[in-house]
Nanobody, 131 residues
C-alpha cells in the first residue's frame, strides 16, 4: 500500500531553517502531485505548498510565499519542504499529502478543503518555533 513518511521536524528558534522530507513508497512516485499541509493546535489543517508530478509547477499559501520552497526528487521518491525564516506562528504538525490521481498539477490541493481532497496522508512531523 501507499506509505508517506515525513521527517525533519524539530524545535528551532525564530529565524532558523528546517528541511522537511517525505519519503513515498508503494506506487510510482513520479506521476503524482505532492503537497504539504500543516495543523496547529485547535486549528484546521491548512494548505502550505504543492508540486505537480514533474516538479515544474508549484503552488504556495500566502503565508509560505518567499519563505518556504517545495521540491521533489523523483529518483529518490521524496518530496521536500524547505522552511526558512521560521516564525512562531509556523508551529504546527506538518503533513505530507500524495494525490491519488496521476498526472495532475497539484493546484487542487491549494484551493479545496483538506477534508475534500482525494489524497494519501503521512503521519506528520512536528515543527516548533520559539520566539
Amino acid at each position: 500500500q501507499v506509505q508517506l513518511v515525513e521527517s525533519g521536524g524539530g524545535m528551532v528558534q525564530a529565524g532558523d531553517s528546517l528541511r522537511l522530507s517525505c519519503a513515498a513508497s508503494g506506487r510510482t512516485f513520479s506521476v503524482y502531485a505532492m503537497g504539504w499541509f500543516r495543523q496547529a493546535p485547535g486549528k484546521e489543517r491548512e494548505f502550505v505548498a504543492a508540486i505537480n508530478w514533474s516538479g515544474i509547477h508549484t503552488y504556495y499559501a500566502d503565508s509560505a510565499k518567499g519563505r518556504f520552497t517545495i521540491s521533489r526528487d523523483n529518483a529518490k521518491n521524496t518530496v521536500y519542504l524547505q522552511l526558512n525564516s521560521l516564525k512562531p506562528e509556523d508551529t504546527a504538525v506538518y503533513y505530507c499529502a500524495g494525490d491519488t490521481v496521476s498526472f495532475r498539477s497539484g493546484q487542487t490541493m491549494s484551493v479545496m478543503p483538506h477534508s475534500s481532497l482525494s489524497v494519501y496522508w503521512g503521519q506528520g512531523t512536528q515543527v516548533t518555533v520559539s520566539s
